[in-house]
């Protein structure tokens, strides 16, 4: 679940209810859709509305094929579980 201070990985402001966030599947941290993560919003709210998770990668992992030093907080959560948008109550 997003925690209401999860900065983005890309512009470190934080990901807030409302603003399309995504949580990399390896390392876990959260980054605004329209920032960078090459996924369409039309692509994004499909998912949203049909409750399907998108498999989506942030930079870092993507390129070293490894997760970043920012562990998810429950390693045993399979990456097909993260949902596409959580918001913040």
């Not at 603003?19 to 692509?43: F, I, P, Y």
């Amino acid at each position: 679940m997003v925690d209401c201070t999860d900065e983005c990985i890309q512009c470190l402001v934080p990901v807030r209810a409302r603003q399309e966030g995504l949580q990399c599947d390896m390392c876990g941290r959260w980054q605004h859709r329209k920032c960078n993560t090459g996924v369409s919003r039309a692509d994004y709210w499909a998912a949203v509305k049909s409750g399907i998770s998108i498999d989506w990668n942030c930079n870092t992992c993507t390129f070293t094929d490894e997760p970043t030093s920012h562990p998810v907080d429950d390693p045993a959560t399979p990456a097909m579980e993260h949902e596409p948008y959580i918001p913040c109550s």
